[in-house]
């Protein structure tokens, strides 16, 4: 493919597939290990992305217009912790003229979500209140399609369509052409009743049933959730009294051997869904104080950060609501840092926005204050970046610093909460463990199957009954226009 087209590829996609093999590892992932189809997709992606200057797309090259209308944007999280790409499609029209402008922004977002995160999958909502014929624009959706299956590998993980019009209905069969099986069951059809069995109400908006009082706005740029928790550096409630570093290591030191397993385990984590029985087990094992402190460490280029993904608080029931980041600076210059929430209403930062002074290293103190417990779709945001030697670290300064800083020299790194539950499990659970008695036998789950198939059979038959009858009023509906109009035509015809 190179000898034969490397003139319709960009050089640096060339390049990044050749240094990046997770990027090739989601290509195969998509097209089932099948070489051959996986080189026809980086093949077609490749000279997509050529021909839409995808690497080159930016604020700038965009019409201000399409960020201000706020049809595409990301915001929050589904309930497996993967981020949202909103579709409003009451804001989107036909227009043959801007299609290409609108199809850039789709482009713009996936690549821009592609590169911050590293090619995380996300979850694409497509909010249908409020629309009608006139927002049909086939050509538009089948060109999001294939965004998701052709271009961008291993990137969609579902796609939660809201409140369907009826009229839509033929439209949306066509797009099930094009989607493929795989695509296909990731489609999941929802209403106000059923829609937060994949997003929590906190994501969702008013009108969707969710008490999210997010309102888009451009500028700046929506590009996350992060926000600055509130009291930055400032007084922390009596519950909140950060503990001294001392009790942390005492802790520490306790848990030493424990923590090393606990360590070895999270190493081989990818994401919270592939953690095993056992790991949960031994995770149980541990007081969530002793877990404060992991031994896993991000290396970046300025900063060092202690735990490298997850920060562990303790359920309701535990009670432990504190958790230490540790951040050694591995520079030779002062390193101003920020710590932003995307729950900045649920969480003290202590401090959230300060520096760090070379081959030093500092403790951050995050807590839950109130009545709040922890989330799996919380997540933390620490940005860093070098200053001169010359510049001052008061606040004043600080502020000053992150306002001049370009973006390019901003070293980000996120964490995601997780959640550490009781560890003392009930006593019907240690009978049940200790008889080695399964929660439900294969008789019972063939059972439950055979009842769904056979609700699933009823509601199919009567949806056949509702299209038979809708049929057969249309035909009566048109014989009933036609006898009308020979009737009209008789009548007329008799007086002439």
């Given at each position: 493919y190179l000898l034969d087209k490397s003139d319709k590829y960009d050089s640096r996609d060339v390049e990044r597939l050749q240094q990046d093999d997770k990027w090739v590892e989601n290509y195969l992932i998509w097209r089932h290990d099948v070489v051959d189809d996986t080189l026809k997709m980086i093949d077609e992606s490749f000279q997509w992305r050529k021909e839409y200057t995808v690497n080159d797309l930016s604020e700038s090259v965009l019409p201000k217009w399409l960020f201000e209308i706020g049809a595409l944007f990301l915001h929050g999280y589904d309930k497996e912790g993967y981020k949202l790409f909103w579709f409003k499609v009451k804001h989107h029209t036909r227009d043959p003229k801007q299609q290409l402008d609108k199809k850039k922004l789709v482009a713009f977002w996936l690549?821009?979500?592609?590169?911050?995160?590293?090619?995380?999958p996300l979850t694409v909502v497509f909010d249908m209140a409020e629309t009608g014929i006139s927002h049909i624009d086939l050509d538009f959706v089948r060109f999001i399609v294939n965004c998701f299956t052709d271009y961008y590998p291993n990137f969609l993980t579902k796609i939660v369509i809201f409140e369907m019009p009826w009229i839509m209905n033929a439209a949306f069969k066509i797009v099930k052409g094009w989607l493929g099986p795989d695509a296909i069951s990731m489609l999941k059809f929802t209403n106000k009743n059923d829609v937060q069995e994949y997003i929590s109400g906190e994501y969702l908006p008013?009108?969707?049933?969710g008490t999210d009082s997010f309102k888009y706005s451009y500028p700046p740029l929506v590009d996350d959730d992060f926000q600055t928790p509130l009291c930055e550096n400032g007084p922390i409630t009596n519950e909140d009294e950060h503990e001294s570093k001392e009790e942390i290591d005492a802790d520490t030191?306790?848990?030493?051997?424990?923590?090393e397993v606990q360590n070895l385990n999270q190493k081989k984590m990818n994401s919270i869904e592939h953690i095993s029985k056992s790991e949960e087990t031994d995770k149980t094992e541990v007081k969530p104080k002793n877990t404060k402190k992991a031994l896993t460490t991000f290396k970046g280029p300025l900063l060092h950060i202690s735990p490298a993904e997850e920060l562990y608080f303790g359920s309701k029931e535990t009670g432990e609501k504190k958790c230490l980041i540790v951040l050694t600076n591995v520079t030779k210059n002062v390193v101003a840092f920020k710590v932003r929430t995307t729950a900045p209403e649920k969480y003290r930062v202590k401090p959230s926005n300060s520096s760090c002074e070379p081959g030093t290293s500092l403790d951050i103190i995050v807590s839950l204050h109130g009545g709040f417990a922890a989330s799996l779709q919380d997540r933390f945001l620490i940005m860093a970046a070098e200053m001169d030697q010359s510049s001052g670290a008061g606040v004043p300064e600080l502020t000053q610093f992150w306002k001049d800083v370009p973006r390019t020299k901003v070293m980000e790194h996120r964490l995601r909460c997780h959640v550490i539950e009781s560890s003392k499990p009930s006593s019907l659970t240690l009978k049940d463990n200790a008889f080695n008695i399964p929660a439900k036998t294969n008789e019972d789950l063939?059972?439950?199957?055979?009842?769904?198939?056979?609700?699933?059979?009823?509601?199919?038959?009567q949806m056949h009954r509702c299209l038979w009858f809708q049929q057969l009023s249309v035909v009566l509906s048109l014989l009933s226009v036609t006898v009308a109009a020979f009737c009209f035509y008789l009548a007329y015809a008799q007086r002439s």
């Open positions: 690549e821009h979500y592609a590169k911050r995160d590293h090619g995380k008013p009108h969707m049933g030191k306790e848990s030493g051997e424990v923590n063939h059972m439950q199957l055979t009842s769904l198939l056979q609700i699933n059979k009823r509601l199919e038959e």
